[in-house]
């Protein structure tokens, strides 16, 4: 039996790459718990598990207390007592006495056993959590497992564990299937009770785009080249604006690439959605100015805190707002300020 044991343990390390070190204190708080529970609850129980030796003791500890005051014998013992098993407990001391596991009924086994399994189940749920945590707001590429066709929604094997991405987490107008790899933006991770971490993932948001520009770019890679801010309307259009630290590096041209091929790339991950890549700029109105592009810009007035108005030529008007007012709202939120523009 304890063969059998040690080998789920080993089997479980390789499975579920949780190492048996990790495991036994869990398994022995859950076999002590069992064991309270079939001696008394008052009982204090230590459960000892050597992987080496393949053994396993259960030990019932007693502190020592003067003869005639003993309140619980399930807790406490005489030192009278204490002294016939050896003469080195003293008054206060610890009595451990080994209880043969053979004489505890088989509802403490079943108890025991359900406890094992849900240490385990704990122990791959705090394993998830801890892996999602370390990709927190990263990129990773995950596998279709499922789709619920009533509302759309993507089971995807993470690798980690299974997680659900929404439908209004995915880039409107993009379909996928059963087995497809596609990358997705970690979000949120919450410590869930039950079926493990609750795990937020999206496509759609603004730093999912920013992730596929380090992942792409060297120079933003190496710190040559910052981005400074982004702004998204997921499936349309996204602004990002870029710095390079270096005067002799276009922070623009490095996004792009030699042929476009660095961009190409991104944009093949977003499918129809544009890009605009803007400069950067610490003056405000050159900023606003770079922002409203692909639209040309006559000038930029700051009036009041954070509002400016923009002028454009009559021609330029339509591109400058954009359909639905999509281009001035993301160069508004891109640079933090409320924008007026007039012909």
Partial sequence: MNQEFFNALNLLEVEQG???????????????KACQKEIGPSTIIRVQIDPVKQDMKV?????????????????????????????????GGTVETELKTKTFRRLSATQGKQMIVQAIRDAIRERQTREYEE???????????????QNENLIL??????????????????????????KVFISEVRSGEMRGPLVTLSRVH???????????????????VIIRGISR???????????????????????????????AAILAELGEEKIDIIKYSDIPTEYVKEALSPAKVLGVELEGERICR?????????LAIGKEGQNAKLAARLTGYKI???A
């Fill in 18 to 32: 949780i190492p048996m070190e990790y495991m036994i204190p869990k398994i022995e708080a859950a076999l002590a």
């Fill in 310 to 318: 923009v002028t454009v030529a009559p021609d330029q008007l339509s």
């Fill in 135 to 149: 990709k927190k707001e990263e990129i990773i590429t995950a596998t279709v497992d499922k789709i619920d066709t």
């Fill in 340 to 342: 007026d523009i007039k």
């Fill in 157 to 182: 094997d993470t690798g980690t564990g299974y997680a659900t991405l929404l439908k209004s987490e995915q880039i409107p107008g993009e379909h996928h299937e059963v087995g497809d790899r596609i």
């Fill in 233 to 263: 309307e997921a499936g349309s259009r996204t602004k990002i604006a870029v710095e390079s630290r270096d005067e002799n590096v276009d922070a623009i041209g490095a996004c792009i690439g030699e042929r476009g091929m660095r961009i």
């Fill in 206 to 224: 603004p730093h999912f785009v920013k992730r596929l520009f380090e992942l792409q770019i060297p120079e933003i890679q190496d710190g040559t």
């Fill in 59 to 91: 030990f019932q500890q007693r502190t020592v207390v003067p003869d005639g005051t003993v309140e619980d014998p399930l807790t406490e013992i005489a030192v009278s007592d204490a002294k016939a098993i050896s003469r080195r407990h003293k008054l």
